[in-house]
């Protein structure tokens, strides 16, 4: 996994979860997960209380041919965590990207905020990114340890917090592990698909035995 920073020797190392890139078809996972933030995540979030209407303008708005999503997911194909790589539009400050990340209160304390931006540092190193912004409320503190953390300098300015992360240009290792992690989460993906279509198919048939001993035991003398 390549990261923004070198770890020390000693430090342990982190553990592998699967993130997989979203897409437009996803858009409904995306809305489900945003709609669920209490309103004091979504206020974390999103730097104000959004309403159910705002969240959702923001989900209809999302450019997934411009920017990048990634997304974490259960064994129910639940989104759990998901993060917004947000690129400038056009060739304005083309250099530059700003990362935003929300998990669902039950995944939270697993490191998938981490994970998530560790993820998204090596795509934006691969799209030639060399400033990752990351725009947070002062108390946002789960977020702004994440950033210093991969070394970013924070800024902070009253309510709100300002953090930069220089990254390094992109090399072949950078190539090829943002190849290996998206493969790695796809065939996660998969198997996890196959999984809850397996355990639909065992409920289907469970309920038809259970019909079949219903009927048996009434027409039983």
């Not at 923001?58 to 064994?75: A, H, Q």
């Not at 194909?77 to 083309?94: C, K, R, Y």
């Not at 992690?181 to 469970?206: C, G, M, T």
């Amino acid at each position: 996994m390549v990261e923004a920073q070198p770890r020390a020797v000693s430090a342990p190392q982190p553990v592998m979860v699967p993130i997989r890139s979203i897409g437009p078809r996803e858009r409904e996972r995306i809305a489900r997960h945003l709609l669920e933030l209490t309103p004091h995540d979504r206020y974390l979030r999103f730097g104000y209380a959004a309403a159910d209407e705002q969240v959702q303008r923001y989900v209809d708005s999302l450019d997934f041919e411009r920017d990048e999503l990634f997304g974490i997911y259960n064994r129910r194909l639940d989104l759990i965590a998901m993060a917004h790589l947000a690129f400038a539009p056009g060739d304005e400050h083309s250099d530059c990207a700003e990362f935003g990340v929300s998990v669902s209160a039950h995944a939270r304390g697993r490191g998938y905020g981490a994970r998530l931006f560790e993820r998204a540092v090596v795509v934006a190193r691969n799209e030639g990114v060399g400033m990752l912004f990351i725009h947070a409320l002062s108390e946002n503190a789960a977020m702004l340890k994440i950033a210093r953390n991969a070394g970013a300098t924070v800024v902070r300015s009253g309510s709100e917090a300002e953090a930069h992360l220089e990254l390094p240009s992109a090399t072949f290792d950078s190539r090829m592990s943002e190849i290996a992690l998206e493969h790695y989460a796809a065939v996660d993906f998969a198997l996890k698909s196959r999984a809850k279509q397996f355990w639909a198919f065992l409920a289907s048939l469970q309920e038809v035995r259970s019909g079949m001993r219903d009927a048996r035991k009434k027409s039983a003398p």
